[in-house]
């Protein structure tokens, strides 16, 4: 496995490497990394010839300095998970190397409604932090295929739209099935942080979707959520921020089930400091 940590570096591998015709994979993580994260490699690695995935806790998108100053860093232990799953590059930049003209001054593109609703309402700027970086990083990388896990779906959905806006990148997006653990609760490099008891807890997040899944056309959309909340907040250190059933496509709301639209069960909570999102397709 392959490690660089400067831009020029890596810049200057790929470069040959493309030019031997090689497919390249990208997987662009924040580290504290899981099987789902591992899932992600190995799709990658079954549909190009190279798999390059880069550990960078991106600044922008967090919307309190508490949050990210909190957020996991095991960067040995992520090395050591990628190297066992033989994962081929692992790019490891410095802030430099992402934001060389720094964080201010970085065009952002125009991506509509869909960076404003639902993740986007509770966490202003958010999703503009994530086109940021991802968009700088697809300059670094040029991939040829993307890789995003389904659990934070409506992060995919904003990618999409940036991949077809940008024009610059001739990457396909590729998103991946939430990966879960024995109890169904989603994986997520946020669930260190949760103590025994509050993982728990976090459990009524997976049970409030499958129990949407398992009723979905039984009653309306409304009584779905009415009742998921309702017992959602009845879970002890659990905060509800939303319950939504919503378009695929453009996350808008669906007040009925009698529709032709794909539809998919969105939640988000705080479970004690820690804030949780979830969601299935329906």
Known sequence: MLCYKRREDIVRFLKIVKAQGKKLGFVPTMGALHDGHMSLIAKSKSENDLTICSVFVNPTQFNHQEDFDKYPISTT????KLNHNACDIVFLPEMIDIYPNGTKNTK??????????LEGAHRPGHFDGVAQVVGL??????????????????QALVVQKLLEVEKRHNTALVVCP????ADGLAMSSRNIRLSEEQRTHALGLS???????????????EQLIEHVSQLLREIP?????????????QLEPLTSSETHEAAVALVAAWVGNVRLIDNILL
């Open 77 to 80: 232990d992520d090395l050591l």
């Open 108 to 117: 952002l593109p125009s991506l509509g409604k869909i960076t404003s609703v």
């Open 137 to 154: 990083l697809l300059d670094i990388v040029q991939p040829d295929h993307l890789y995003m896990g389904q659990k934070d779906y409506q």
């Open 178 to 181: 939430t990966q879960r653990e």
């Open 207 to 221: 049970k409030a979707l499958f129990y949407i899944k398992s009723n979905y056309k039984l009653c309306s959309n």
């Open 237 to 249: 250190e659990l905060k509800l921020e939303y319950v939504s059933i919503a378009s695929q496509a």
